[in-house]
């Protein structure tokens, strides 16, 4: 999420990119929740760029910018809940 105010990243799956849902600087009063985000970057990239640095949750936002987090599974993040308990989130098939 590159900017903006009151977005809604809700109900996605993001498996096996780069980097998982990332919320930049810019980006405020946003809601990021019950999404499935695992294995980004994926366990082949991992292997082969291990200083690679991909993450499923990243805030890079401010912790002022009201920016709230909730019932997402993932495995990795930074700034982020990531909780290590079951979730709402579930898979979802593509276009499905």
């Not at 999420?1 to 498996?15: C, R």
């Not at 990239?45 to 401010?62: E, H, I, R």
């Not at 909780?83 to 593509?94: M, S």
Request: charged fraction near 10%.
């Amino acid at each position: 999420m590159l900017s903006g105010n009151d977005n809604l990243v809700e109900s996605n799956t993001a498996i096996g990119n780069t980097n998982g849902i990332v919320v930049f600087p810019a980006a405020t009063n946003s809601t990021i929740r019950d999404n499935v985000v695992v294995g980004n970057p994926p366990i082949q990239q991992s292997n082969s760029v291990p200083a690679g640095g991909g993450v499923d949750l990243w805030d890079q936002s401010d912790p002022s910018n009201g920016n709230t987090f909730a019932d997402n599974m993932c495995l990795t993040a930074i700034n982020a809940p990531c909780p290590a308990v079951g979730t709402r989130a579930f898979p979802r098939k593509p276009g499905g």
